[in-house]
């Protein structure tokens, strides 16, 4: 599991770490912008939080992951949990998928947040639109 501020340099480690061991990564972020892409039913709900720039509340963001988690295929996968969980609430739906950490990272940064950072992610979206 990886963690830490906005813009902090959590994807740019969590390349690095999948690229040495070969794990899967899972942003919880990617995964809700896929989902809103898609237009299923838990990017319906999570787009209205996002689009007023609002946390989307753990149960919305656990029934996505706990799908993805709870896949039979995947039972083997060394995962890299990128910014799950953030809430005492998200440590507990782990546990009763009795998913356990071998490594928690922090991703600390002198700045928060890198503004820098911020803005090129904003100016992109924006671009998209």
Request: net charge neutral; proline share 3%; hydrophobic share 35%.
């Amino acid at each position: 599991m990886i963690s830490g501020a906005p813009a902090s340099g959590k994807g740019t480690q969590c390349e690095l770490i999948v690229k040495k061991f070969g794990s899967v990564h899972i942003s919880t972020g990617d995964l809700l912008r896929a989902e809103v892409s898609a237009g299923t039913e838990i990017g319906n709900k999570a787009k209205e939080f996002m689009n007023a720039a609002r946390l989307v509340p753990d149960e919305i963001v656990t029934a996505m992951l706990t799908s993805l988690l709870s896949y039979d295929d995947e039972k083997e996968t060394w995962w890299l949990l990128d910014g799950y969980p953030h809430s005492s609430a998200q440590a507990e739906s782990l546990e009763k998928l009795n998913v356990k950490a071998r490594l928690e990272i922090y991703k600390k940064n002198a700045e928060y947040p890198h503004a820098q950072t911020l803005l090129s992610r904003l100016m992109e979206t924006t671009k998209k639109k």
